[in-house]
């Protein structure tokens, strides 16, 4: 079984320009995180989508960062425009679970994407 | 609110020398505690979890007790090996949050 596919592994990129992030979540998995891992700090959720729906986005800074995932499947998180403290490591993680259960359902992380921003 | 606090690293050892990695939360209502592993270059991966108190996470050689009454889940290994050096990851979910809270990370050496 494939698991969680992030694109691009590393991004290097000018302040002020604008950049993407790709996540393709394993096959069946309605539920999909987005993570901001800091340098030696662990994980912090960005968003988290029900099938298409994003059902906590508290985390997300809304003035630069946004994200979607269209048909419930693949998503894309968007910086525009980066500033230098977002250099950092975004990962995306997906479950199978949805619902009052789904605190306890395993989350499988991809291997993230590193941006440094210039 | 709900936090994870763990020892700090880098924990460094010689192979076949034995391991704790302290963990300790604070969480309203019941959570469920996790320990993930991330070796270098890649993302996190489980290694064990516990959902609810007096309950034992094992796998590959590590274990961790949910201890409710001291608010831990320690990782233990008997006798680590090279292969095991990455950064290890304690979190805890809360039922109805969905949201996991990661303490900072340890990272392990361990040495030929």
């Known amino acids: 079984e494939a698991g969680v596919v992030q694109s691009p592994r590393y991004k290097i990129i000018e302040k002020k320009q604008p950049v993407a992030f790709w996540c393709n979540p394993i096959?069946?998995?309605?539920?999909l995180y987005w993570y901001l891992q800091n340098l030696g700090q662990g994980p912090e959720l960005l968003i988290r989508?029900?099938?298409?729906?994003?059902?906590?986005d508290s985390q997300l800074p809304k003035d630069r960062f946004s994200a979607e995932r269209l048909k419930g499947v693949d998503s894309t998180l968007k910086i525009q425009p980066a500033e230098l403290g977002d250099s950092a490591v975004y990962l995306c993680?997906?479950?199978?679970?949805?619902?009052?259960?789904?605190?306890?359902?395993?989350?499988?992380f991809g291997p993230g994407t590193r941006l440094t921003v210039l | 609110g709900n936090s994870v606090t763990q020892m700090e690293g880098p924990v460094t050892l010689s192979e076949e020398a034995f391991l704790t990695i302290n963990c300790t939360y604070t969480?309203?209502?019941?959570?469920?505690l996790f320990w993930y592993v991330q070796y270098p270059g890649e993302g996190l991966q489980l290694l064990l979890k516990?959902?609810?108190?007096?309950d034992k996470g094992s796998n590959k050689g590590f274990e961790a007790t949910y201890r409710k009454e001291t608010t831990s889940f320690h990782l233990e290994k008997g006798s680590v090996q090279v292969s095991d050096s990455a950064v290890y990851f304690c979190?805890?979910?809360?039922?109805?949050?969905?949201?996991?809270?990661f303490g900072t990370g340890t990272r392990l050496k361990v040495l030929a």
């Open positions: 969480a309203t209502g019941y959570p469920s």
């Open positions: 989508y029900e099938n298409e729906e994003a059902v906590d």
């Open positions: 096959s069946g998995h309605n539920t």
């Open positions: 993680a997906s479950s199978s679970g949805q619902g009052a259960t789904s605190s306890t359902d395993t989350q499988y």
């Open positions: 516990a959902t609810k108190a007096d």
């Open positions: 979190a805890l979910s809360v039922r109805g949050t969905y949201k996991y809270i």
